[in-house]
């Protein structure tokens, strides 16, 4: 079984930057941090849930979502097996809760979107920006 566990969610005024982590673990002995692509998506009240990034177990990132481009960036630490998301500039509107998915197949795609049939989820972290 695998777990995605993501930390770093809080409370920030307009402005200001937050840094999300996402852990993956309980990965078989055969597995490595590095089979997986690692995905960033959000849910704010009301909308649906949104890729914003995403960087593939090679550590290439097509691009990110419209929405936080220039202000966001996805990295990964592969010896901790983490994935990160750098959030800079942020707004009111950047408030949801924040997703961390990984997954070891499909694909990252050019709008920033994880995509596969095998997605492990966490149970996300809450970021709320205040104007």
């Known amino acids: 079984q695998v777990l995605v566990t993501e930390s770093g969610g809080g409370l920030v005024q307009a402005g200001g930057s937050l840094r999300l982590s996402c852990k993956l673990s309980?990965?078989?002995?055969?597995?490595?941090?590095?089979?997986?692509?690692i995905g960033w998506f959000r849910q704010a009240p009301g909308k649906e849930r949104e890729g914003v990034a995403c960087i593939t177990r090679g550590g290439l990132i097509p691009d990110y979502a419209d929405s936080v481009k220039g202000r966001f960036t996805i990295s990964r630490d592969n010896p901790e097996k983490t994935g990160n998301l750098q959030m800079n500039s942020l707004n009111a509107e950047d408030t949801a809760t924040y997703y961390c998915?990984?997954?070891?197949?499909?694909?990252?795609?050019?709008?920033?979107?994880?995509?596969?049939?095998?997605?492990?989820w966490g149970h996300g972290a809450i970021v709320t920006v205040s104007s």
């Open positions: 998915a990984a997954a070891q197949t499909g694909y990252c795609s050019r709008s920033g979107v994880l995509t596969a049939d095998d997605l492990y």
């Open positions: 309980g990965l078989y002995s055969r597995w490595t941090f590095t089979d997986w692509h």
